[in-house]
Nanobody, 123 residues
Framework: QVQLVESGGGLAQAGGSLRLSCAAS????????MGWFRQAPGKEREFVAA????????YYSDSVKGRFTISRDNAKNTVYLQMNSLKPEDTAVYYC????????????????WGQGTQVTVSS
């Protein structure tokens, strides 16, 4: 059974940084593309970033490009999301997910999801 556990969320000030982690188990992590999504109150879940199974290729939404960095450590079965220059509009629950394909921004292409971690950015 696939299990994805996010951590690292919390409260940050605008302009600050946070690093999210997602520990994976129950899947062949080194051959699975991974992604991060977020969902703000009253809004649909949206794509944030994705990384190929090797880690050599990444893809970002326009809203976070240049501020967020996705990476992975296949030896630790962990994917990360480094978030810099945070803005209040980045406030959301962030989810990591395992993908059937890369690159993809569609929720339907991601077959397993974590429980999410809250990120709150104050102005």
């Amino acid at each position: 059974q696939v299990q994805l556990v996010e951590s690292g969320g919390g409260l940050a000030q605008a302009g600050g940084s946070l690093r999210l982690s997602c520990a994976a188990s129950g899947l062949t992590f080194s051959s699975t593309s991974m992604g991060w999504f977020r969902q703000a109150p009253g809004k649909e879940r949206e794509f944030v970033a994705a990384v190929s199974w090797t880690g050599r290729s990444t893809y970002y939404s326009d809203s976070v490009k240049g501020r967020f960095t996705i990476s992975r450590d296949n030896a630790k079965n962990t994917v990360y999301l480094q978030m810099n220059s945070l803005k209040p509009e980045d406030t959301a629950v962030y989810y990591c997910a395992a993908s059937r394909s890369y690159p993809s921004t569609r929720l339907s292409d991601f077959h397993s999801w974590g429980q999410g971690t809250q990120v709150t950015v104050s102005s």
